[in-house]
């Protein structure tokens, strides 16, 4: 861990940011709001206005749609804590580590969450000491194969090809990845954890040195439940701010068909949906529909993509992953499914018509 | 900051963004930036923020919680969740602008977020109840639309010009959002009108005239002959729900 105990003093200039930001939003709304009162009719002026009004139309909604799914994660994340030793959640697993991992990557289905609500939940668990490969195979898995996103899916493809090898895919990917984390069994050196940073006088330990958690009452517990919630809310929800922020600026001041006019072919056109699903991170619930309208003019490899990768890797997600393992090990992440979708991809390309 | 300040931060930004939530289902503004099928959600969200903020808050001088997750960094992280609050409150809500139709470009076709194939609820409705959505719908689903020739339309949507048009079409179109505006997607229907060159690309106009039937590449759109095009004000809800 004694890479993590240098990397201090720089984020000082970081912390401005967020500052730096909040001024900048509060004298965009006071602009735009003295423009609506005197009715300001500067050309300039008014398309700043329209440019800043988009912008926070598209994060406003990236935002409102995710807050309560990233509220749901956490608030589950906190259920877990206080209400499961860690003894009790590693004898749900089976013995078997495949088929431990395969489970992981099946847990999505009883807790329906996106992105934003599996990766505190991924990390809970992996803390708790369910084995890393599993929480990542559920990490990876859990946005698409669920039953909303199924229904979503069907809704949009119905019983095609796509739909079929969306889950099949998903499934593979997921699970692989997971599985090469067997090879790493020391999970302090994937895993971040944020020990040497905590003060300790804040803290209350809650599990003493066997592991065991002291008796509390219903109300305490239900009451460390909602701080752990608020706490992980907090520290997710700033990567979800970031993420929306990126992915707002894309959608406003980038236009697609820039990226879309690049993508033709069986190769590209897989790589170019790839990077489209990582820049507008859409909720996986619904990226069944937009990937929809891609399909009269993109390859069916490239729209298989849209639909793998974005779930698995996208803005906010990055940013989040690394709020849970090393940076070496985002790296794998976002590189490893990426490369395997591609193949995916341009496999069903040539092959699948 | 120490941990009571901290908690009742936490405890002032959770009541804030409750409030915000709360706020915009209670004016309905909140359909500017979601389907109305997660208002629900959105609303339940709020709830839960607001009892959150009571729970820390009375909490602020206990020394439970995580362990883990606390640390140096929690200020920063408490400033960049302010950001939406900031941006919500103060940004005057409005909808996606119809210039946003250039990053994202305009169909004509199937209606993607709408795969709904049961054209009967549309059906239901007389043709000049039917919106820019319900049309293309129509067109996408049904076996024969033969019989929705010479229907007469009565639309409303922004004006749209693609170079592919003649000099006297152009496209009437709405966004539709399936699930938050990152999603919108701009759904249009060609017009046929004389005066189409004359219109400002982007304004919201309402168009009466007749149903016609346009084939590209072996499908079939439909077009409307444009009797009247009159301007009109930003409809109070710009969006279409699929």
Redesign the interface.
Known sequence: MSDDLVA?PK?RL??LL??V??AG??L???M??FG?IFDWKNEFILSII?R???F??????????A??YL?LGT?ASGLI?VFFSAQELSRLLPRNKILSVSLGGLLGLFFPVCECGSIPLARRLM?KGVPVPVGVAFLLAAPVINPIVIASTF??FGNTAIFWLRFGLTFLIAVGVGLLFLFEPEANRILK???Q???HS?????ENAAGEVPAFSLG?KL??T??????????M??FL??G??L??SM???????YLLALGQGPLLSVFVLSILAVL????S???S??A??FT?TFTNGSILAFLVYGPMVDIKATLMYLRVFKKRIVIVLVLLPLLLTLVAGVAVNLWVR | MTLRVVRSFQALLMALLGLYLLSRVWNGSILLYINQRFVILAFFAGLCMIILAQVLYKGRHSALGDHENRGENAPTSLWWVMVPIVIGFLIPPRPLSPSAVNNRGMMIDAPLSARIEDTSQILELSPTERTVLDWIRLFSYSEDVTPYIGQPADVTGFVFYDGRLNSNQFMVGRFTITCCVADATALGIIVQYPEAAVLKEHSWVRVTGTVDIFERDGRQYPIIIAETVQPVPQPEQPYLFP
Not at chain 1, 251 to 257: A, D, E, K, L, R
């Open positions: 201090v984020k970081l912390d967020p500052i930001i909040l939003f509060f965009l709304g006071l735009s709001r609506q329209e800043v009004s988009n926070s139309a598209v994060f406003l909604g990236i935002f409102i749609e807050a309560p509220l608030l804590e803390r809704a949009a954890f944020d020990h940073e905590s003060d804040f803290h209350f330990h809650p305490q009451q460390r909602a701080m752990i919630a608020a706490d992980e809310f907090f520290e929800g700033r701010v970031v929306a922020l992915a707002a959608q406003t001041f980038i236009p697609q068909n507008l991170s859409i909720c619930t619904v990226d529909f937009v929809l309208a009269g």
